[in-house]
């Protein structure tokens, strides 16, 4: 646990030192909530080889991520149940995993409503030869650095 929130505190720092907009950091969603079948060797079990709920197990993990973290300024955590508005469905897992596709609208719903960008200017005509990327590292959008394989991103909002 202490190295989950450790890891989790320093990629918060990272992301706080090169961008500085919102961070929403999204919690862990529940996964397998209902038994395939009767066999307890499919069952994920507790230290005494019991199943045990994966939703209660989803809930303390969560809480204790939001509860361990520290947050640097400008951050969110965000539970499952604040983008599903409350408990997830079991229909909404397709396969006791991945989210079926009313899940995943409603999930897109969210992640639109977090992103609060202004439009200050118009998408510029595509270049001939010239990627996304390097058109966003030309107006200064994004960075990469040496140490980070990923694009950064460094503002919130487009260079006027």
Not at 116 to 145: C, E, F, N
Request: overall charge positive; aromatic content about 10%; some cysteine.
């Amino acid at each position: 646990g202490v190295d989950l929130l450790s890891n989790l505190n320093q990629a918060l720092l990272f992301f706080r030192q090169h961008f500085k907009g919102k961070i929403v950091c999204l919690g862990p969603f529940p996964r397998h909530l209902m038994f395939c079948c009767l066999e307890k060797s499919h069952a994920i079990l507790d230290p005494n080889g019991m199943p045990f709920s994966m939703l209660d197990y989803t809930k303390v993990v969560s809480n204790f991520i939001k509860n361990g973290v520290n947050l640097p300024e400008n951050t969110e955590y965000v539970d499952y149940r604040a983008v599903f508005g409350g408990e997830l469905p079991c229909n909404f897992l397709l396969d006791g995993v991945h989210l079926s596709d009313d899940a995943q609208k409603t999930f897109v719903k969210f992640v639109v409503s977090c992103l609060k960008k202004k439009a200050t200017q118009a998408v510029p005509a595509r270049h001939a030869g010239a990627s996304i990327r390097d058109m966003l590292m030309a107006k200064k959008v994004i960075t990469v650095t040496p140490d980070f394989n990923a694009a950064v991103a460094v503002k919130d909002e487009p260079n006027p």
